[in-house]
């Protein structure tokens, strides 16, 4: 690490870039069980983009589809409108939370995206991938990962998340059916 002083302050340049990486994990409502996971290099735009990427893996196209409503709840920053169309496209209703206070106007959800009763449950349930996330950071290494490279980082990813859905699985499963 090389030091500057300039203004009374210290600056310090690091000696290599570090790479970073973000993790993306598509969740279903009823059990909390990881769907599709991903780890990309970090970019904004790189969210909403990998988040239609998944979506399109796991649902298949609306035409395939009979009377299968699907909904997808994402948090203030996928209420991008670009976003939102997309997902209009693909015939998936988006619950993303929007703006109360301070910008309002950037909202693009219709009153009938607004007023679906579905909503509110996508609301209650978008917290659990957070416990997804948490998990991984807390009982394995994801805090820090040591590995070096996209493709390696995201085999580590995957594969974290699959033995959090074995966990989350052992625990669905009622103690009866175990010891019979």
């Not at 169309?85 to 693909?90: D, G, H, N, S, V």
């Not at 290494?141 to 699959?162: A, E, H, N, S």
Request: with cysteine; aromatic share 6%.
């Amino acid at each position: 690490m090389q030091g500057f002083t300039g203004c009374g302050k210290t600056l310090y340049l690091a000696d290599n870039a570090v790479p970073s990486y973000r993790g993306r994990a598509l969740i279903e409502n009823r059990n909390g069980l990881a769907v599709a996971a991903e780890a990309t290099q970090s970019a904004t735009i790189a969210e909403r983009e990998m988040a239609l990427e998944l979506l399109d893996c796991v649902v298949s196209p609306k035409e395939e589809r009979a009377e299968k409503q699907i909904a997808l709840g994402a948090d203030t920053q996928y209420r991008e409108e670009k976003f939102i169309e997309a997902l209009r496209e693909r015939a998936v209703a988006p619950h993303v939370s929007e703006y109360v206070k301070g910008n309002p106007e950037k909202n693009g959800l219709t009153e009938a995206e607004r007023e679906d009763a579905r909503r509110a449950i996508s609301r209650r349930k978008r917290k659990l991938v957070e416990r997804v996330f948490g998990w991984s950071k807390l009982d394995c290494p994801l805090r820090q990962v040591k590995l070096r490279g996209l493709d390696r980082v995201d085999w580590f990813y995957r594969m974290t998340i699959m033995a959090h859905n074995l966990v989350r699985m052992r625990r669905l499963i009622p103690i009866e059916a175990l010891a019979g």
